[in-house]
């Protein structure tokens, strides 16, 4: 059995104001090519396949796209759950039909024991995002209440359904202990009593994990997160985003890298260096961008001006803070303007960006006011 | 082909402030007994299987388990299309999986054309909700720009595709010209340009309408709505609620009633007769009630009072309105009640119940700040 192993696709999630869906559906394509360059005989998504519980109708669209062309359109087995972003109901719908064609689509605990499937020489066991009410539920066990606890009594339980001369795949979506997360994950208690002890997992000849978004946020051998296909906070900029080929037969797992059409870089650098039309590669420029400034100086209209070259700017900060000395003197010299001037020149400094005509207009409206009431 | 003709089940509709899922779920059991008594061959939807586009899971589940259970366990196939009320996109989530157990679910006019089902000796055509726009665009025709108009294409379109030897039948959601409406329908321009003719119609064997909640609401014998399953307005008090059993082999269509839990009634009475014990028998004590009051004086905490002995009162209306000078005299002696007790009293009488506690809390505390400004 030769599968790829993907999870966190958060369709419908945005970066910052930019809609993600068009990078989503490049990498997508992505995906599809290299199941089909590297011959997998399945394909797993580990969870969180939207980005939220009620996803709007464009990103229901894109999915029911996606799910129909790997499973109808290429044929491949799919074994999908729902993560702690998907909402059971809604991404479960239509689940008792999808068997037929091989897409196993499990919503629930019970299903993720009592519904095992076997492809080829794997028994594979899917388990979606649970809570441990879920367990005390299923079991009729009031003492399950930690997740460890709970996970024990999952894994024996799936271990008794063991089919013996098959390999044994775990696909789930939970923080492993001893994970380090992103920026982008909204995971609470790192380590704390949510945390799945790794050494529970050993049964299994392989551990397909969704929930944390880089794929190296844990170092073991046979448990995996395959992070998201996209970065979606600055602190992944370093990352490197694709999908594992796991081979249980030849016990062979290998990485393969995805391309999106824009990359995520963390940027440092002067205003003066930004701005140099070849500072980044054109291709780059489209790129989110989270720039550091190394400058001091307040910058009029910096997001404005570095926008009209980068237009996907997600952040600007400064390294060294903004000089504050150097704002004195000016304000001083600019008491002699009329107070309207002074509050967008003032607004400027802040927020970086000229007030719109519109905030004038508020701006001139607020303060006729103030010397109507005088 | 002998088939079940419903429509406009309406999944999360309710009805002022009550929840109509539980009857929804009766009647469904109804309906599924119906269909296993009659031997049908299908059950035909004909849309609005929910009551809005963005239904909440609570919603979405009964859905998914009622469909389930007619076309899963039961066996039966389905013909569903989206109404006006349905999301297209989320209603239609798994379709492509659908047809393998015979559950066909159009949500386009392209599927409603292209794909039409052929089951035993009859043809289906299942045209879901549409707007001219989309037969615009079907059609590349930029004439299309009227409900006649964009229709006569589509008919003559699925007539080039008639198979000869079958019978006919439209499944579609629409207004049809002539129809009388209920206060429970969403519907506009009543015989405007969005409404149907019947006569483009001919040349179909039968056409199984959704939209309209009457079942009464057109007298055409081949041309119907089979209406909503449960009463959703006072309007609909004195309708009965059925499916039409539709036997095109035969040449027959039966009317079979549904009996929800639940009746709606619309009810004149005096108030000294409705709160006699015995005015109605235990069980329509549990109806949702419309009541039209004869009475003509002040009864204060009315609504209280009635819905102590009927729980599901929907409103509270006076046939002759109420006796203003009967106020007056009991005005003048409260001159010498406090303010808040005047208040409270008139409150009593404008809804016809008491405030809460926390109302009259509001009163006291906006009486002081009154106080406090003199």
Known sequence: MRFMHTADW????????FDLLADQQAVFTEIRQIAQEEQVDAVVIA???????????????????????????????LLVISGNHDSPVRLGTGSPWFKATQYYLHTTLAQAIDEPIVLGD?????????QPFAARQYFGDEQLTTVPLAMTAIVQAMQAKFVPDKKHVLVAHFFAAGSSQTDSETTSRVGGLDAVPVDLLAPFDYVALGHLHSHQALHED???????????SASEAKDTKGVWIVDTTAGTIDWR???PPHDLQAITASFADLTKPDFLPPDQQQDYLAITLTDTEVIPNVMQILRSQYPHILEIQRAHGRDRAADTPALTVRRHLDPLTLAADFYTEMQES?????????????????????
């Open 47 to 77: 969870g969180d396949v939207y980005d939220r519980a009620l996803a709007n109708e464009e990103s229901v669209h894109a999915v029911n796209e996606m799910i129909q062309t790997l499973n109808l359109t290429d044929g491949l087995p």
């Open 257 to 259: 890298p995805l391309t």
């Open 222 to 232: 046979k448990v995996r997160y395959s992070g998201s296909p996209l970065k979606f």
């Open 354 to 374: 000229a007030p719109t005509e519109r905030q004038k207009q508020w701006l001139a409206e607020t303060w006729a006011e103030m010397g109507a009431e005088k």
């Open 10 to 17: 958060h369709i419908g999630k945005r970066l910052n104001s």
């Open 122 to 130: 794997t028994q594979f066991f899917l388990l979606p995002f649970w």
